[in-house]
């Protein structure tokens, strides 16, 4: 099995700034791709940024400019800093890997960590 590991998420007040990260271990032959989504009370769960093999990374329109998401690949870890930090960033934040785990199978599976919180608040 894939296990996921995430730590960073805190209370924090407008304007500030957090660093999430995320470590994946266990039975993994490649990492095809790792990312951050979030899900606020009451909303569906989002894409906050992802970064594929090869660094090219996506963000979403309210991540742009404040956020970053970068990888270790030799330690299989991502990490996502966060910048000028707003009130609507509120959620709890939830590390993606999509992951082959043998050689000869071709398919990459989903593996989802058990979410941080994240807290922005005077």
């Known amino acids: 099995q894939v296990q996921l590991v995430e730590s960073g998420g805190d209370l924090v007040q407008p304007g500030g700034s957090l660093r999430l990260s995320c470590a994946a271990s266990?039975?993994?032959?490649?990492?095809?791709?790792m990312g951050w989504y979030r899900q606020a009370p009451g909303k569906e769960r989002e894409l906050v940024a992802s970064?594929?093999?090869?660094?090219?990374?996506e963000y979403a329109d309210s991540a742009k400019g404040r956020f970053t998401i970068s990888r270790d690949n030799g330690e299989n870890t991502v990490y996502l800093q966060m910048n000028s930090l707003k009130p609507e960033d509120t959620a709890v934040y939830y590390c993606?890997?999509?992951?082959?785990?043998?050689?000869?199978?071709?398919?990459?599976?989903?593996?989802w960590g058990l979410g941080t919180q994240v807290t922005v608040s005077s």
């Open positions: 993606n890997v999509k992951a082959r785990r043998f050689s000869y199978d071709g398919r990459s599976y989903d593996y």
């Open positions: 970064i594929v093999t090869g660094g090219r990374t």
């Open positions: 266990g039975r993994i032959f490649s990492i095809n791709a």
